[in-house]
């Protein structure tokens, strides 16, 4: 609606300086259309008039502004609601994309896809479909009106026109190409950031500063070229549309003069043309320059939807059911059937590998460095598929549950303990947004963690710096331990949960582990005999394949004369 | 920023030359139409300079001649216009980016260099929004400064001087709203600047919940907070918009005040400029000239506020900025440090004398402690988890510097030498490995970058790497997933050893290193470990005692100082807190192995 009243304006905008031009200052009687005018207060003068004309000038003008604002502000608005309904989706999108997607993506890169490249679609709106529509519905109306004036000239006014079309197309898809470019140089430059910000410990241990700068100032180095790039092809589009305009508006005061001087145009109605030449090649310039601003959304637009079609890896069948709660509190069966798994084709980390716990039993995972301990307890809440095989629990095959159902059911510590940069407090409850305060101390507590938690300056309002950086392993690890207490899932998987703990501190929180783990369906991947003596099944990996599956018994302590050595430590 | 902006001066003197030029084209753009009104259609009389330029062509002058020498003249100008133009944008897009990726370049190098603790309380996500998005300040900083001022300035300048010559009276109306124009840009320009930062800090907020997400994926699906991270990221998106819509609000205040006050003065020109066309003291092509430059005048007045307007938002990212740039928080080289004397192999002596250190203020994690360490001496730092041990052996590579007392390396004070010389003599492995997204061969070499691949191998062997490595597909040249994803942690851990292998550094700093490998690999591990801390001065966090036991000194930490220091035999029997981290630990096994 106001698209149009804008539009109404602008045609009616150079109206008044024609009546001033062609009537007023030529005393020539007004056109009946505005005859109107002389029955203003102050009669016919032409003083009167020339007052009400400039008045008419500035009311056309206000009327311009108060709609061009509305138009800005509802725009805008919708254009970011649209930007960020796209953001949300990708966001979510990639949230569930699997751990596999995630291992080769560099997190920055992804962050500017989510922040940045989203601008496509606010751009698709406020620099390309807007504009068309205004500019196209000008560019009628104001030929239309040219029609009325004069039709040599107004066919004149069209045919300079006419090349723009045909350039535009010419030029598109390199623009594309370009901007495609540079925005993935720009995600380069990020991701470079990202990674060394991120490792800066290393980076700084290892004295790697110049070398990381000079690995930035090449990749920047790119970027400006690649941006650059583009700014010539912009260029090039830039002055085929001056010359069009130039060409046009010279050809328009000549044929325009000769008529005037024929008789068959007024004065008035020239200065209306090349005003109208003017606005209308505004439009025409924004039409033109569409290509450009389409190269730029579709550059990025590329990018997001190389996001949105990666398909889910891992995700919920179509009928996917709820995984019931146990009944009791014995924890949940687990079954592994002839899975096989790697994360790279033809280089399986997992050959036919067959598990199964009982509700409530405890299998510690033991072998080599490698050998596959991690991918293999990454199954079972499906951070990936396996390649063959199946994964059950309580007899039903993961694939055909939903995730939430799944996941909810299970509660994992890894070797990295992954802290947010949020309060201690919401970390803990990171799985339980809803746990009460109580609630989580007592987490903390059985995880050991509630008084250091207690010395920090603000308790368990104290906000963890990223990656936790003043906390120790050790604490950090605890954190994590608290958090899937708090979560109190039938099923627990432990990685390694206490290799970043002391003696002291380990033991204190075996206790805690020992009455959780005694209702619960447990796997336990830990190098420490002390840590995995309370499991009743001890199971060896070795070579993608279970080599020995047993009742722990400790007897495996005894071959330290062997040539074999232990596969834990004592 | 001045010296970002004044490093492109060769562009920016283009640029100015430029402007200056089409300034003047723009101020003769309506002449054309003047000529072709007045001297073509109407009957005023041709000024001389006009009929002599004729006579020097010897053409004589007749109305359709007029008409084709305004067409022709309109042209002209036109394309002169669009010539300039292209010129500019072309230098200008070159400077800008150059001023803008100078700064960018500068602020990752500082960012780099600023100590773990300033890093400790920001987020990656918000220095890389800083890094992308602020550091446009310096491109914007001379667009509004140096560019558009002068641009404007001279058209303003130009124009008036043009209009003069045709009616004075004219040009007083045509300028009489300037100061309007000043009171609005003052006021508008404070509110814009504060909305400008609002929305600039709600924007990082997005990023680096990104950040974090993206971070922590295996969490985020493990907890399944997928549905609450999406919740979050709308409501701050959310209020990205209504500030992005506030902002748009705000602008067009401004712009329709100034838009205002433009038409105000148009409408007064049309009615006293007609009134003198009426008596005829100017005419109607005067008018027609004076009319365009209304609009002239507006753009440039609007560009040279608006210009003013933006600058009040440019503050804000230039405090960003600067605030990292800034930071007093590197641990920097004093003015005239002089390199540590390289000792290759031999091991050097590491004093730390009378150090408090915290990461807060007044909560000090170490307490006034005190250690010497002979060269090729190790020592084992023993404690409960969080007791400080990282922190301790953070101080030596300066990590941190220290609240009090001071890090002695061969007798000399740590923040004495420069710091590029001190960790060069320096190898660690930390808890966290900290792969890079790099091939395994330059994660090997990260210290040594003229390492040759018999190095890196050698290297790999000893840390009992080697063999998976060749299992990789592409073996040394296998690119590592961002954080080691595609290997184990095992694996990971054995990379960043072999890493601190090939540095081949005097000090060696272990932290837990072994912690994240099974006992095979570790004990493999050890030899290699052993071999290695033979001639280095070692400091080794470990929990486990079988890898504390070989320390020639075992140094118990709690409560911030020292308790119990001295060889692994005389701790034991002095039956303190070591003894009883012993006893635990082997007990332990003991009972398992009876049963």
Same mark, same amino acid.
């Given at each position: 609606?106001?698209?149009?009243?804008?539009?109404?304006?602008?045609i009616?905008?150079?109206?008044?300086?024609?009546?001033?031009?062609?009537?007023v200052?030529?005393?020539?009687?007004?056109?009946?259309?505005?005859?109107?005018l002389?029955?203003?207060? &102050?009669?016919?003068?032409?003083?009167?008039?020339?007052?009400?004309?400039?008045?008419?000038?500035?009311?056309?003008?206000?009327?311009?502004?108060?709609?061009?604002?509305?138009?800005a502000?509802?725009?805008?608005?919708?254009?970011?609601?649209?930007?960020?309904d796209?953001?949300?989706?990708?966001f979510?999108?990639?949230?569930?994309?699997?751990?596999?997607?995630?291992?080769?993506?560099?997190?920055?890169?992804?962050?500017?896809?989510?922040?940045?490249?989203?601008?496509?679609?606010?751009?698709?709106?406020?620099?390309?479909?807007?504009?068309?529509?205004?500019?196209?519905?000008?560019?009628?109306?104001?030929?239309?009106?040219?029609?009325?004036?004069?039709?040599?000239?107004?066919?004149?006014?069209?045919?300079?026109?006419?090349?723009?079309?045909?350039?535009?197309?010419?030029?598109a898809?390199?623009?594309?190409?370009?901007?495609?470019?540079?925005?993935?140089?720009e995600?380069?430059?990020?991701?470079?950031?990202?990674?060394?910000?991120?490792?800066?410990?290393?980076v700084?241990?290892?004295?790697?500063?110049?070398?990381?700068?000079?690995?930035?100032?090449?990749?920047?180095?790119?970027?400006?070229?690649?941006?650059?790039?583009?700014?010539?092809?912009?260029?090039?589009y830039?002055i085929?549309?001056?010359?069009?305009?130039?060409?046009?508006?010279?050809?328009?005061?000549?044929?325009?003069?000769?008529?005037?001087?024929? &008789?068959s145009?007024?004065?008035?109605s020239?200065?209306?043309?090349?005003s109208?030449?003017?606005?209308?090649?505004t439009?025409?310039?924004?039409?033109?320059?569409?290509?450009?601003?389409?190269?730029?959304?579709?550059?990025r637009?590329?990018?997001?939807?190389?996001?949105?079609n990666?398909?889910?890896?891992?995700?919920e069948?179509?009928?996917?059911?709820?995984?019931?709660?146990?009944?009791?509190?014995?924890?949940?069966?687990?079954?592994?059937?002839?899975?096989?798994?790697?994360?790279?084709?033809?280089?399986?980390?997992?050959?036919?590998?067959?598990?199964?716990?009982?509700? &409530?039993?405890?299998?510690?995972?033991?072998?080599?460095?490698?050998?596959?301990?991690?991918?293999?307890?990454?199954?079972?809440?499906?951070?990936?598929?396996?390649?063959?095989?199946?994964?059950?629990?309580?007899?039903?095959?993961?694939?055909?549950?939903?995730?939430?159902?799944?996941?909810?059911?299970?509660?994992?510590?890894?070797?990295?303990?992954?802290?947010?940069?949020?309060?201690?407090?919401?970390?803990?409850?990171?799985?339980?947004?809803?746990?009460?305060?109580?609630?989580?101390e007592?987490?903390?507590?059985?995880?050991?963690?509630?008084?250091?938690?207690?010395?920090?300056?603000?308790?368990?309002?104290?906000v963890?710096?990223?990656?936790?950086?003043?906390?120790?392993?050790?604490q950090?690890?605890?954190?994590?331990?608290?958090?899937?207490?708090?979560?109190?899932?039938?099923?627990?998987?432990?990685?390694?949960?206490?290799?970043?703990?002391?003696?002291?501190?380990?033991?204190?929180?075996?206790?805690?582990?020992?009455?959780?783990?005694?209702?619960?369906?447990?796997?336990?991947i830990?190098?420490?005999?002390?840590?995995?003596?309370?499991?009743?099944?001890?199971?060896?990996?070795?070579?993608?394949?279970?080599?020995?599956?047993?009742?722990?018994?400790?007897?495996?302590?005894?071959?330290?004369?062997?040539?074999?050595?232990?596969?834990?430590?004592? | 920023?001045?010296?970002? =902006?004044?490093?492109?001066?060769?562009?920016?003197?283009?640029?100015?030359?430029?402007? =200056?030029?089409?300034?003047?084209?723009?101020?003769?753009?309506?002449?054309?139409?003047?000529?072709?009104?007045?001297?073509?259609?109407?009957?005023?009389?041709?000024?001389?300079?006009?009929?002599?330029?004729?006579?020097?062509?010897?053409?004589?002058?007749?109305?359709?001649?007029?008409?084709f020498?305004?067409?022709?003249?309109?042209?002209?100008?036109?394309?002169?216009?669009?010539?300039?133009?292209v010129?500019?944008?072309?230098?200008?897009?070159?400077s800008?980016?150059?001023?803008?990726?100078?700064?960018?370049?500068?602020?990752?190098?500082?960012?780099?260099?600023?100590?773990?603790?300033f890093?400790?309380?920001?987020?990656?996500?918000?220095?890389?929004?800083?890094?992308?998005?602020?550091?446009?300040?310096?491109y914007?900083?001379?667009?509004?400064?140096?560019?558009?001022?002068a641009?404007?300035?001279?058209?303003?300048?130009?124009?008036?001087?043009?209009?003069?010559?045709?009616?004075?009276?004219?040009?007083?109306?045509?300028?009489?709203?300037?100061?309007?124009?000043?009171?609005?840009?003052?006021?508008?320009?404070?509110?814009?600047?504060?909305?400008?930062?609002?929305?600039?800090?709600a924007?990082?907020?997005?990023?680096?919940?990104?950040?974090?997400?993206?971070?922590?994926?295996?969490?985020?699906?493990?907890?399944?907070?997928?549905a609450?991270?999406?919740?979050?990221?709308?409501?701050?998106?959310?209020?990205i918009?209504?500030?992005?819509?506030?902002?748009?609000?705000?602008?067009?205040?401004?712009?329709?005040?100034?838009?205002?006050?433009?038409?105000?003065?148009?409408?007064?020109?049309?009615?006293? +400029?007609?009134?003198?066309?009426?008596?005829?003291?100017?005419?109607?092509?005067?008018?027609?000239?004076?009319?365009?430059?209304?609009?002239?005048?507006?753009?440039?007045?609007?560009?040279?506020?608006?210009?003013?307007?933006?600058l009040?938002?440019t503050?804000?990212?230039?405090?960003?900025?600067?605030?990292?740039?800034?930071?007093?928080?590197?641990?920097?080289?004093?003015?005239?440090?002089?390199?540590?004397p390289?000792?290759?192999?031999?091991?050097?002596?590491?004093?730390?004398?009378?150090?408090?250190? +915290?990461?807060?203020?007044?909560?000090?994690?170490?307490?006034?402690?005190?250690?010497?360490?002979?060269?090729?001496?190790t =020592?084992?730092?023993?404690?409960?988890?969080?007791v400080?041990?990282?922190?301790?052996?953070?101080?030596?590579?300066?990590?941190?510097?220290?609240?009090?007392?001071c890090?002695?390396?061969?007798?000399?004070?740590?923040?004495?030498?420069?710091?590029?010389?001190?960790?060069?003599?320096?190898?660690?492995?930390?808890?966290?490995?900290?792969?890079?997204?790099?091939?395994?061969?330059?994660?090997?070499?990260?210290?040594?970058?003229?390492?040759?691949?018999?190095?890196?191998?050698?290297?790999?062997?000893?840390?009992?790497?080697?063999?998976? =490595?060749r299992?990789?597909?592409?073996?040394?040249?296998?690119?590592?997933?961002?954080? +080691?994803?595609?290997?184990?942690?095992?694996?990971?851990?054995?990379?960043?050893?072999?890493?601190?292998?090939?540095?081949?550094?005097?000090?060696?700093?272990?932290?837990?290193?072994?912690?994240?490998?099974?006992?095979?690999?570790?004990?493999?591990?050890?030899?290699?470990?052993?071999r290695?801390?033979?001639?280095?001065?070692?400091?080794?966090?470990?929990?486990?005692?079988?890898?504390?036991?070989?320390?020639?000194?075992?140094?118990?930490?709690?409560?911030?100082?020292?308790?119990?220091?001295?060889?692994?035999?005389?701790?034991?029997?002095?039956?303190?807190?070591?003894?009883?981290?012993?006893?635990?630990?082997?007990?332990d096994s003991?009972?398992?192995? +009876?049963?």
């Amino acid at each position: 609606m106001f698209l149009f009243l804008g539009v109404l304006l602008n045609i009616l905008a150079p109206w008044p300086l024609k009546l001033i031009v062609d009537y007023v200052i030529t005393d020539q009687p007004l056109p009946d259309a505005v005859f109107w005018l002389t029955a203003m207060p &102050g009669g016919g003068s032409s003083s009167a008039l020339l007052a009400w004309l400039a008045l008419g000038t500035l009311m056309i003008f206000v009327s311009r502004q108060v709609v061009a604002i509305l138009k800005a502000y509802i725009q805008t608005g919708a254009a970011s609601r649209m930007k960020f309904d796209l953001g949300v989706e990708i966001f979510a999108h990639l949230q569930r994309l699997s751990l596999q997607y995630h291992g080769t993506k560099p997190a920055g890169d992804l962050v500017r896809r989510v922040i940045t490249d989203t601008d496509c679609v606010r751009h698709l709106f406020v620099l390309i479909i807007l504009p068309t529509i205004v500019s196209v519905v000008t560019i009628i109306t104001m030929f239309i009106v040219m029609w009325h004036l004069d039709r040599t000239l107004a066919l004149l006014a069209l045919v300079a026109v006419g090349p723009l079309p045909a350039l535009m197309k010419w030029l598109a898809p390199r623009m594309t190409e370009r901007t495609y470019e540079q925005h993935q140089a720009e995600g380069e430059l990020m991701a470079v950031a990202e990674q060394t910000i991120s490792a800066l410990p290393v980076v700084q241990a290892f004295g790697r500063e110049a070398h990381e700068d000079e690995r930035f100032r090449n990749v920047s180095t790119r970027a400006i070229r690649a941006y650059l790039r583009t700014i010539v092809s912009q260029l090039q589009y830039k002055i085929g549309v001056s010359t069009a305009t130039a060409l046009g508006t010279a050809a328009v005061m000549a044929l325009g003069g000769v008529h005037v001087l024929n &008789g068959s145009l007024t004065i008035g109605s020239l200065l209306v043309f090349l005003s109208y030449l003017a606005s209308l090649y505004t439009p025409i310039e924004t039409v033109a320059y569409l290509s450009t601003s389409y190269a730029d959304a579709a550059g990025r637009a590329r990018r997001v939807l190389e996001v949105l079609n990666t398909e889910q890896a891992v995700k919920e069948a179509p009928g996917a059911r709820g995984l019931p709660a146990p009944t009791g509190n014995l924890g949940l069966a687990v079954r592994l059937e002839q899975v096989s798994f790697g994360y790279e084709p033809s280089r399986p980390v997992l050959e036919d590998v067959t598990l199964e716990a009982q509700p &409530g039993e405890t299998i510690a995972l033991v072998g080599a460095t490698g050998a596959g301990k991690s991918t293999l307890v990454s199954l079972i809440p499906r951070f990936f598929d396996p390649w063959s095989g199946r994964v059950l629990i309580s007899g039903y095959d993961v694939r055909g549950l939903t995730l939430d159902s799944l996941r909810s059911k299970i509660a994992l510590v890894l070797q990295d303990p992954f802290l947010l940069p949020l309060t201690i407090a919401e970390n803990i409850a990171y799985g339980r947004p809803d746990a009460h305060l109580r609630e989580i101390e007592d987490a903390a507590i059985a995880a050991n963690a509630d008084e250091f938690i207690q010395r920090l300056p603000d308790g368990y309002n104290t906000v963890i710096g990223e990656r936790g950086a003043t906390l120790s392993g050790g604490q950090r690890q605890r954190l994590a331990i608290a958090r899937a207490l708090l979560k109190n899932a039938p099923i627990l998987i432990l990685d390694e949960p206490t290799s970043a703990l002391d003696a002291e501190t380990e033991m204190l929180f075996l206790q805690a582990l020992d009455r959780l783990m005694a209702d619960r369906t447990t796997f336990i991947i830990a190098h420490r005999m002390s840590t995995i003596r309370n499991a009743d099944r001890v199971v060896t990996l070795r070579d993608r394949r279970i080599i020995e599956s047993r009742a722990n018994a400790p007897s495996v302590n005894d071959d330290h004369g062997s040539d074999q050595l232990p596969a834990v430590h004592v | 920023m001045m010296p970002y =902006i004044m490093r492109q001066k060769r562009g920016l003197a283009v640029i100015l030359i430029l402007t =200056i030029v089409s300034a003047a084209t723009a101020a003769l753009m309506p002449w054309p139409l003047k000529i072709l009104v007045d001297y073509a259609l109407g009957d005023a009389e041709i000024p001389a300079f006009i009929e002599s330029f004729f006579a020097a062509l010897s053409i004589s002058i007749a109305p359709m001649v007029l008409i084709f020498a305004a067409a022709i003249a309109s042209f002209a100008l036109f394309a002169l216009n669009s010539a300039l133009d292209v010129g500019t944008t072309w230098t200008w897009s070159a400077s800008g980016m150059r001023m803008v990726y100078d700064l960018a370049r500068d602020l990752f190098s500082q960012l780099q260099r600023l100590s773990l603790l300033f890093h400790g309380r920001g987020s990656v996500g918000d220095w890389l929004a800083r890094l992308s998005g602020d550091v446009w300040c310096t491109y914007k900083l001379a667009s509004e400064l140096l560019v558009s001022p002068a641009q404007h300035m001279f058209t303003i300048f130009t124009v008036t001087a043009l209009a003069w010559t045709l009616d004075p009276l004219l040009t007083i109306v045509l300028l009489a709203v300037t100061p309007v124009l000043t009171g609005s840009a003052l006021y508008f320009g404070k509110r814009l600047k504060r909305r400008s930062r609002q929305q600039l800090e709600a924007r990082s907020q997005l990023t680096s919940l990104v950040q974090q997400t993206v971070t922590a994926i295996p969490v985020v699906q493990a907890f399944s907070r997928e549905a609450t991270n999406k919740h979050r990221f709308s409501q701050v998106a959310g209020q990205i918009v209504v500030r992005g819509q506030q902002g748009v609000l705000i602008r067009h205040a401004y712009t329709f005040v100034n838009g205002f006050s433009m038409a105000v003065g148009m409408a007064i020109i049309l009615y006293l +400029g007609g009134q003198q066309v009426l008596s005829g003291s100017i005419s109607v092509g005067s008018l027609l000239v004076f009319t365009a430059y209304v609009q002239t005048l507006r753009g440039a007045f609007g560009g040279l506020l608006g210009a003013y307007g933006n600058l009040k938002g440019t503050e804000a990212n230039i405090d960003r900025v600067l605030e990292v740039l800034d930071s007093e928080e590197t641990v920097k080289d004093k003015p005239g440090a002089l390199p540590l004397p390289a000792i290759q192999g031999r091991g050097m002596a590491v004093r730390l004398k009378n150090i408090t250190f +915290g990461y807060e203020p007044n909560r000090p994690v170490l307490h006034d402690i005190s250690l010497d360490v002979a060269p090729g001496e190790t =020592i084992a730092l023993v404690g409960p988890t969080g007791v400080g041990k990282s922190t301790f052996v953070s101080l030596i590579p300066r990590f941190f510097d220290p609240w009090e007392g001071c890090v002695l390396v061969n007798g000399v004070d740590a923040r004495d030498v420069q710091l590029a010389s001190l960790r060069a003599q320096i190898a660690l492995v930390l808890q966290e490995p900290f792969l890079l997204p790099m091939t395994v061969a330059a994660n090997v070499a990260y210290g040594r970058l003229d390492a040759d691949r018999d190095q890196v191998e050698a290297a790999a062997h000893a840390a009992n790497a080697h063999e998976f =490595i060749r299992r990789l597909p592409n073996g040394y040249d296998t690119v590592i997933g961002e954080r +080691g994803a595609t290997l184990s942690g095992g694996q990971r851990q054995r990379l960043a050893i072999a890493r601190a292998l090939l540095k081949d550094s005097p000090i060696l700093i272990l932290d837990e290193p072994t912690s994240a490998l099974d006992p095979q690999t570790e004990a493999l591990l050890l030899e290699a470990l052993e071999r290695l801390m033979a001639d280095r001065t070692t400091f080794i966090i470990a929990h486990r005692m079988s890898t504390v036991r070989h320390a020639d000194r075992a140094v118990v930490l709690g409560d911030g100082k020292i308790q119990e220091s001295g060889s692994h035999d005389a701790l034991i029997a002095a039956r303190g807190k070591y003894h009883r981290y012993y006893t635990l630990q082997t007990e332990d096994s003991a009972g398992k192995a +009876g049963t």
